[in-house]
């Protein structure tokens, strides 16, 4: 069981698996006086991979309840908390029933709400490093390693049949078939008209293989989580990136074993190379505007990415 203690100030949750190396942890008192929320506190909620769903509902039950305990971050553990506690939110957004995920609790007029966030997130760091036209222009491709939230939202926000500029293929690999399975679905249902292949790749050298086989001019993300909550790497040090391409590692600490096979490589294949950063600072935007019922403008924006900088 968990150890949760009664709030005593208004009190945000990141349930997450190693939330004490976070840089939130130093970054949100700062953030907090910056948007007058002198008062709020950050917790952190410790949960292995793939808990038992008993723990995932003893940490919404205990938000639900405790008055002062205002919401949460989900990282790591969005489609398993999801499964688990669904039923114990009085609204889910769209969002979150069609992915079967959440990154975000939060509390309006005595009711518990739930979001997937990840596609709005995800899709404005994608906008600060993509060029506009990528996709039109070059008819590159999106291999994305891993298929838990971030990859679903990911995809979802790239392959939007909305969009006039789209990669020209999907591309996932995992390392267990369920979830697969379900991206599969998910993205079926999104995006029907654009071609995809689904890869079970249990070892970094079966990515490897798949990577070699993907167009120049394309974008490849670690979405596995892989060299944050978990040692090593979704791709051996002899996988060789596509040429000329978008190289995005979603973490931003930890060993980035990925970030560093990908630059080693920056050179010689042309690449860019993104890392988590802008992702991690819109990602806690998007949820603190939620909890604490804020309006997040550029300008304040602006000043809150200038303030996280002070911490890189």
């Known amino acids: 069981m968990l150890n949760l203690q009664k709030a005593e100030q208004p009190t945000l949750y990141f349930i997450g698996v190693t939330t004490t190396q976070s840089s939130i942890m130093k970054l949100f008192p700062l953030w907090a006086q910056a948007l007058g929320l002198e008062d709020a506190v950050i917790r952190g909620i410790d949960i292995g991979i793939h808990a038992d769903p008993a723990l995932y509902r003893q940490a919404v039950q205990f938000i639900k309840d405790d008055e002062l305990s205002l919401g949460a971050l989900v990282t790591t553990h969005k489609i398993d908390l999801y499964n688990a506690a669904k039923d114990m939110f009085d609204y889910l957004d769209p969002y979150a029933t069609m992915f079967g995920e959440l990154s975000c609790i939060s509390k309006r007029d ?52 909305k969009k006039a500029s789209r990669p020209s293929k999907l591309i996932v690999t995992n ?25 079970l790749t249990p070892l970094a050298g079966d990515n490897d293989k ?32 596509p040429a000329n391409s978008l190289v995005w590692e979603l973490n931003y600490r930890g060993a980035l074993d990925f970030l560093h096979q990908a630059n080693r490589q920056k050179a010689d294949r042309s690449l860019y190379v993104e890392d988590g950063w802008i992702y991690f600072i819109h990602g806690w935007t998007q949820v603190i ?11 304040t924006f602006a000043e809150l990415e200038r303030i996280a900088g002070t911490l890189r």
């Not at 390392?175 to 890869?199: C, F, G, Q, T």
């Open 110 to 161: 005595g009711k518990l709400e739930g979001y997937a966030k990840d596609p709005i997130s995800s899709g404005l760091a994608l906008e600060a490093f993509v060029p506009d036209g990528y996709w039109q222009e070059h008819g590159g491709e999106l291999f994305v390693m891993g298929a838990g939230g971030s990859a679903i939202a990911i995809s979802a926000y790239l392959l939007d049949p």
């Open 289 to 299: 505007q939620e909890v604490f019922h804020l309006d997040i403008d550029a300008a």
């Open 175 to 199: 390392r267990s078939k369920p979830r697969l399975d379900e991206i599969e679905r998910i993205m079926n249902e999104v995006a029907p008209d654009v071609p995809a292949e689904y890869h």
């Open 210 to 241: 798949v990577m070699a086989g993907v167009k120049p001019l394309s974008l490849v993300i670690n979405a596995t989580g892989l060299g944050k909550d978990q040692p090593g790497s979704p791709i051996t040090d002899d996988g060789a990136f």
